[in-house]
């Protein structure tokens, strides 16, 4: 069955700083890998979607990496502002429309 | 944009009662999902549904059970509220076909059963 691991649980930086969430998942036949960003009581909101035969994708300051044949997956965050502070999510999909097995997340803090 | 909503955004129900939590998408996905948010245990996946009348059970469906009627709607019955039901619910819809299958989400219902 397939586990997916985030680590660290949480992660406290100064603004300005430039980092990187780790996520790592059993099982390498995945379909697709996404990152969510969820605020406190708030949805997920999806950030960036990688398919198997991608190796990253970008969308601003975000770039997330996928290594599936070692079974990991990176967020990199450039350049941190307080507003990038939540909880970031990792999830994959073992086919295009089955229900995403999730990381427990990993709890971002940026302090001004 | 793809819109996924959710009935309420906060509801305090009774142990016992039938609770209802609906979810609508406006993008004509087939593929709907109910997960449960619990501190410490992270996203858990309950039911979901490839179509119209067809459901699929999750990792924890006991206690619940699912409606399809109509394409844009899913909804998440407790059939008898407990208090191990206290969650964050949230619903999500993805397309069949979409090269990406990404998932979509709503905002959340917060559901206390006292």
């Known amino acids: 069955k397939q586990e997916v691991t985030q680590i660290p649980a949480a992660l406290s930086v100064p603004e300005g700083e430039n980092l990187v969430l780790n996520c790592s998942f059993t099982?390498?036949?995945?379909?697709?890998l996404q990152w969510f960003r969820q605020d406190p009581g708030k949805g997920l909101t999806s950030l960036l979607l990688?398919?198997?035969?991608?190796r990253e994708q970008t969308s601003g300051r975000l770039n997330a990496s996928l290594d599936k044949s070692s079974g990991r997956s990176t967020l990199y965050i450039a350049a941190s502002q307080p507003g990038d502070s939540a909880t970031y999510l990792c999830a994959v999909s073992d086919s295009g429309n089955t229900p995403l097995v999730f990381g427990k997340g990993t709890r971002l803090s940026v302090i001004a | 944009d793809v819109k996924v909503t959710q009935s309420s955004r906060y509801l305090v129900k009774r142990t016992g009662e039938k609770v209802f939590l609906e979810c609508v998408q406006d993008?004509?996905?087939?593929?709907m999902f109910w997960y449960r948010q619990d501190p410490g245990l992270g996203l858990r996946l309950i039911y979901f549904s490839y179509d119209v009348k067809m459901k699929e059970k999750g990792d924890i469906p006991e206690g619940y059970s699912v409606s399809r009627e109509k394409k844009e709607r899913f909804s998440l019955i407790l059939e008898s509220a407990s208090t191990n039901q206290t969650s964050m619910y949230l619903c999500?819809?993805?397309?069949?076909?979409?090269?990406?299958?990404?998932?979509?989400f709503g905002p959340g219902t917060r559901l206390t059963v006292t």
């Open positions: 999500a819809s993805s397309q069949t076909g979409s090269r990406s299958y990404e998932q979509y």
């Open positions: 099982d390498s036949a995945i379909y697709n």
């Open positions: 993008m004509d996905h087939e593929n």
């Open positions: 990688i398919q198997s035969s991608q």
